[in-house]
T-cell receptor, first 114, second 113 residues
Framework: GAGVSQTPSNKVTEKGKYVELRCDPI?????LYWYRQSLGQGPEFLIY????????DSGLPNDRFFAVRPEGSVSTLKIQRTERGDSAVYLC????????????FGPGTRLTVL | SQQGEEDPQALSIQEGENATMNCSYK?????LQWYRQNSGRGLVHLIL?????REKHSGRLRVTLDTSKKSSSLLITASRAADTASYFC?????????????FGQGTTLQVKP
């Protein structure tokens, strides 16, 4: 079946603007994760959803970042008042059930803040 | 904060040779996963090994886990040019597993034809 999809694939915005990044998990997967990856680094955890609720949001860097998953499927990562330091590839992953299952990653959204 | 550290940071070998990458971590884990990434985009899952397992195989891949030494290794046998990529280990934390994976900085593997 289809894998995890993310839109847009690239997003260029100006400092101070608001952006939304979308993730469509693998159908039937209840767990969804957001990570971000800076150049030359490994992915860094942001938030984990089990169903509709955020089970762990300890990785969100500050209150400019928040994410929703209102129907337990598609998720949106929202960044307010973007800063140049927010530039990175934002990766979404999903797993079948629990957080201990294999995580399958999408292709990512490359965010550039000018 | 990063938990895993891969060694070496970069590895260059000839096609047909074996490649070994190592990963060390600091805290107790529930599982450890290895991923491959091409061109800085999507990660491809390779193998998941749980804390009560010591070795797993998948095709040309062999993963070992030593929880007493808090380390894991990924062996790619008979490497191919298509194996050129970055390889990451990621740990799922034990006891209060939240689903969070903590990644290392990765090993960049180049396989020369």
């Amino acid at each position: 079946g289809a894998g995890v999809s993310q839109t847009p694939s690239n997003k260029v915005t100006e400092k101070g603007k608001y952006v939304e990044l979308r993730c469509d998990p693998i159908s039937g997967h209840t767990a969804l994760y957001w990570y971000r990856q800076s150049l030359g680094q490994g992915p860094e955890f942001l938030i984990y959803f089990q169903g509709t609720g955020a089970a762990d949001d300890s990785g969100l860097p500050n209150d400019r970042f928040f994410a929703v998953r209102p129907e337990g499927s598609v998720s949106t990562l929202k960044i307010q008042r973007t800063e140049r330091g927010d530039s990175a590839v934002y990766l979404c992953a999903s797993s079948l059930r629990r957080g201990t299952d294999t995580q399958y990653f999408g292709p990512g959204t490359r965010l550039t803040v000018l | 904060s990063q938990q895993g550290e891969e060694d070496p940071q970069a590895l260059s070998i000839q096609e047909g040779e074996n490649a070994t990458m190592n990963c060390s971590y600091k805290t107790s884990i529930n599982n450890l996963q290895w991923y491959r990434q091409n061109s800085g985009r999507g990660l491809v899952h390779l193998i998941l090994i749980r804390s009560n397992e010591r070795e797993k195989h998948s095709g040309r891949l062999r993963v070992t886990l030593d929880t007493s030494k808090k380390s894991s290794s990924l062996l790619i046998t008979a490497s191919r040019a298509a194996d050129t990529a970055s390889y990451f280990c990621a740990t799922g934390l034990g006891s209060s597993n939240t689903g969070k994976l903590i990644f290392g900085q990765g090993t960049t593997l180049q396989v020369k034809p």
